[in-house]
Nanobody
Framework: QLQLVESGGGLVQPGESLRLSCELS????????IGWFRQAPGQEREGVASIGSAGGYINLADSVKGRFTVYNDNVKNTTYLRMDSLQFEDTAVYYC????????????????????WGQGTQVAVSS
């Protein structure tokens, strides 16, 4: 059974860093896309980043470009979201998800395209 488990969230001060992990198990596909999303209270879920299983097809939301990076460790079946220079506005529950049919997509940040989701991990930026 395909499963995603996030970890690495926490409480940090502005300007600090966190690295979120998304461990994938039960995958049998040759190619897929992992997306990172976040949802703040009272707001819609928004795409943060995506990456293909081969390490390409990297997308980042404009609000995080230059601060966040996304990468895979295929040995560990884990995708990471490195978040630097965290801001108050980054406070949210962060989710990873998998798109099992990524070919011919015209967007990367539509939550409806992702089939399985992790449970989420809380990131709070506060002084």
């Amino acid at each position: 059974q395909l499963q995603l488990v996030e970890s690495g969230g926490g409480l940090v001060q502005p300007g600090e860093s966190l690295r979120l992990s998304c461990e994938l198990s039960g995958i049998t596909l040759n190619y897929y896309v992992i997306g990172w999303f976040r949802q703040a209270p009272g707001q819609e879920r928004e795409g943060v980043a995506s990456i293909g299983s081969a390490g390409g097809y990297i997308n980042l939301a404009d609000s995080v470009k230059g601060r966040f990076t996304v990468y895979n460790d295929n040995v560990k079946n884990t995708t990471y979201l490195r978040m630097d220079s965290l801001q108050f506005e980054d406070t949210a529950v962060y989710y990873c998800a998998i798109d099992t049919l990524p070919l011919y997509r015209t967007t990367w940040d539509d939550p409806g395209d992702y089939d399985y989701w992790g449970q989420g991990t809380q990131v709070a930026v506060s002084s």
